[in-house]
Nanobody, 124 residues
Framework: QLQLVESGGGLVQPGGSLRLSCAASGFTLDYYAIGWFRQAPGKEREGVSC????????DYADSVKGRFTISRDNAKNTAYLQMNSLKPEDTAVYYC?????????????????WGQGTQVTVSS
């Protein structure tokens, strides 16, 4: 059974950092593009960052550029989202997604597999 499991969310003060992990089981992430998305209460799901299967290409939403970094470790079958300088507006449930392709855009309909999400709350 193909599964993605996010972890690393939590409560952090503004300006703080968190690192989210996305661990895959039941399949090998090597050939999958990975995306991170988030959804705040009352808002639509939005793309945050994505990375190609090889890890050589990344993309970020304008709202997180310079603060978030996406990466992957195919040997560990895991992808990451390092989030620095967090702001209250970053509060959301964060989801990782995967699709069997070299690369995908930051649009949710291009991804077939989704995790259950991890809550990130930025508040003082």
């Amino acid at each position: 059974q193909l599964q993605l499991v996010e972890s690393g969310g939590g409560l952090v003060q503004p300006g703080g950092s968190l690192r989210l992990s996305c661990a895959a089981s039941g399949f090998t992430l090597d050939y999958y593009a990975i995306g991170w998305f988030r959804q705040a209460p009352g808002k639509e799901r939005e793309g945050v960052s994505c990375i190609s299967s090889s890890g050589d290409r990344t993309d970020y939403a304008d709202s997180v550029k310079g603060r978030f970094t996406i990466s992957r470790d195919n040997a560990k079958n895991t992808a990451y989202l390092q989030m620095n300088s967090l702001k209250p507006e970053d509060t959301a449930v964060y989801y990782c997604a995967a699709d069997l392709a070299p690369i995908r855009r930051l649009v949710s309909w291009e991804y077939d597999y989704w995790g259950q999400g991890t809550q990130v709350t930025v508040s003082s």
